[in-house]
């Protein structure tokens, strides 16, 4: 099984993160590594069965949303390789916010695991997750 994890803090309580990400049709936050969010199908952005298209190649499904978890778990359903169908199977993204009481911000873990062992698709999700992630800082500074 093949799996990716990275982690940062956000410099924004983790209500105020929650409120920005929670919408799957709504990436805004990112706008250096999304450049379009196309949903589709009649589910809004906080309902369970959510599907969306990012920039013309990745085809997403939400698979679970929980607002007192502060939780996303999605499912990439087809995309380019290393991650269309016929390289891996069964890919399922987590992103979990966690509010650090110290100081106000956000602890934001972005996971992810599929069957297949490819190294090629680890470093690929890492690399569009570490942007993610520096997206998300970016927006909160």
């Known amino acids: 099984m093949g799996k990716t994890y990275q982690s940062t803090v956000v410099e924004a309580p983790a209500a105020e993160v929650w409120k920005t990400i929670r919408d799957f049709h709504d990436m805004s936050w990112a706008p250096n590594v999304i450049t379009k ?5 009649g589910q809004k952005g906080d309902q369970t069965g959510a599907r969306r298209v990012l920039n013309d190649a990745f085809h997403e499904t939400l698979l679970e949303l929980d607002d007192s978890g502060r939780l996303i778990r999605y499912s990439i359903d087809q995309g ?3 991650v269309s169908s016929s390289d891996v ?7 979990r916010l ?4 110290e100081d106000g911000t956000t602890f934001v873990e972005w996971s992810s ?17 570490v942007a993610l992630l520096a997206d998300m800082k970016q927006h909160f500074s």
Request: glycine share 8%; charged share 15%.
């Open 37 to 41: 969010v196309e949903a589709v199908g």
């Open 113 to 129: 695991s599929w069957q297949n062992n490819d190294q090629a698709c680890a470093e690929f999700c890492q690399g569009i997750y």
């Open 80 to 82: 380019p390789p290393p």
């Open 98 to 101: 966690l509010p650090v009481t």
């Open 89 to 95: 199977k069964n890919y399922e993204g987590v992103l």
